[in-house]
């Protein structure tokens, strides 16, 4: 019996002794378990932004549009004359003159730039010439009739024309038409302008007389008193207004007189008409008499 209750004895504590470890092992598997289940680093929550987006719609009231100006058709001469060219850039032949600041010539084409300066084409006694453009506006449709000028191209033997005169005493100064021997004068300076210096056709003697910084020469015409001179007994005034229209008045010119090849230099003043004035005294008028002569303006 008593070997009984001790073998119970000794099973009651191995079974109790299993129980306490069974317990422990238990234990240590939740314990693992929850350890791979729960994470040690702290989770940051997510915040989610939502951005709202307005879209604007605009409406634009679109106005018609206005008509295109229209292009410019003609040249309008700004100044009270301009020489014209027949080639861009080209040379300048005495006489070949625009002339009536606020005229409009016609234009001919595109404008041209040569060596740096712009020149416009423009139609002058049924012919295309060139004018810088500095001296004229682009406009629109022709203002005023161009003034009347007899143009003569380089080479030709033509004179320049246009000129009327008065003088005092009962003398006219009568503008003639070119002659035999006003064509072979006005055929040297337009040689020494196409040289490109128009006064070398002067003596030295006569280019010593002139005034000082003048340097061209515009236009000469033929012409003669009407009257009888020899009742003259003083000096006469004679105005005369070329179709080049002088600037500034008041400003000295030299007035060039040829009769059969002598030459006299006489002053010469602009006035406010773009005329010039001089003074022509009683020995000239001896000298001249009722014969042709070749006169001419020299100027700055």
């Given at each position: 019996?008593?070997?009984f209750?001790?073998?119970?004895?000794?099973?009651?504590l191995?079974l109790s002794v299993a129980?306490?470890?069974?317990a422990?092992?238990l234990?240590?598997e939740?314990?693992?378990?929850?350890?791979?289940?729960?994470?040690?680093?702290p989770?940051?929550p997510t915040?989610?932004?939502?951005t709202e987006?307005?879209?604007e719609?605009t409406?634009?009231?679109t106005?018609?549009a206005?008509?295109?100006?229209p292009a410019?058709?003609h040249?309008q001469?700004?100044?009270n004359?301009?020489h014209?060219r027949e080639t861009?850039?080209g040379?300048?032949?005495i006489g070949?003159?625009?002339i009536?600041?606020g005229?409009?010539?016609e234009l001919?084409g595109d404008?041209?730039?040569?060596d740096g300066?712009?020149w416009?084409?423009?139609?002058y006694?049924?012919k295309?010439w060139?004018?810088a453009?500095?001296?004229v506006?682009?406009?629109?449709g022709?203002?005023?009739?161009?003034?009347?000028?007899?143009?003569?191209?380089?080479g030709?033997s033509?004179?320049?024309t246009?000129?009327?005169a008065t003088?005092?005493?009962?003398?006219?100064?009568?503008?003639?038409?070119?002659?035999?021997?006003s064509?072979?004068v006005?055929?040297a300076?337009?040689?020494?302008?196409?040289?490109?210096?128009?006064l070398s056709?002067l003596?030295?003697?006569?280019?010593?007389k002139?005034?000082?910084g003048?340097?061209?020469?515009?236009?000469?015409?033929?012409?003669?008193?009407v009257?009888?001179?020899?009742k003259?007994t003083?000096s006469?005034l004679?105005?005369v207004?070329f179709?080049?229209l002088?600037s500034?008045a008041?400003?000295?010119v030299s007035?060039i007189?040829?009769?059969a090849g002598?030459w006299?230099?006489v002053?010469?003043t602009i006035?406010?008409?773009?005329s010039?004035?001089?003074?022509?005294t009683k020995d000239?008028l001896?000298?001249?008499k009722?014969?042709?002569?070749?006169?001419?303006?020299?100027s700055?």
């Amino acid at each position: 019996m008593k070997k009984f209750l001790s073998i119970l004895l000794v099973l009651s504590l191995t079974l109790s002794v299993a129980g306490m470890a069974m317990a422990e092992e238990l234990q240590k598997e939740v314990v693992i378990q929850d350890t791979s289940t729960k994470s040690s680093t702290p989770t940051t929550p997510t915040k989610t932004t939502v951005t709202e987006t307005k879209t604007e719609t605009t409406t634009t009231s679109t106005a018609a549009a206005a008509p295109a100006a229209p292009a410019p058709d003609h040249a309008q001469l700004k100044t009270n004359s301009a020489h014209l060219r027949e080639t861009p850039g080209g040379k300048y032949n005495i006489g070949n003159d625009w002339i009536g600041a606020g005229t409009t010539l016609e234009l001919a084409g595109d404008a041209v730039t040569v060596d740096g300066q712009t020149w416009i084409p423009v139609i002058y006694n049924g012919k295309v010439w060139y004018v810088a453009d500095y001296l004229v506006n682009l406009v629109v449709g022709a203002t005023t009739a161009p003034a009347k000028k007899t143009v003569t191209s380089a080479g030709s033997s033509s004179g320049w024309t246009g000129a009327e005169a008065t003088a005092d005493d009962g003398l006219k100064l009568e503008i003639l038409g070119e002659t035999t021997e006003s064509a072979s004068v006005f055929k040297a300076f337009q040689d020494a302008a196409a040289a490109g210096n128009v006064l070398s056709a002067l003596p030295d003697d006569v280019k010593a007389k002139l005034a000082s910084g003048v340097t061209q020469i515009n236009e000469m015409v033929a012409a003669k008193f009407v009257g009888d001179v020899t009742k003259v007994t003083g000096s006469v005034l004679v105005n005369v207004r070329f179709s080049t229209l002088y600037s500034p008045a008041g400003e000295k010119v030299s007035v060039i007189i040829n009769k059969a090849g002598a030459w006299t230099v006489v002053e010469g003043t602009i006035q406010g008409d773009g005329s010039i004035s001089m003074t022509v005294t009683k020995d000239m008028l001896n000298t001249l008499k009722n014969d042709e002569f070749v006169i001419g303006v020299v100027s700055k």
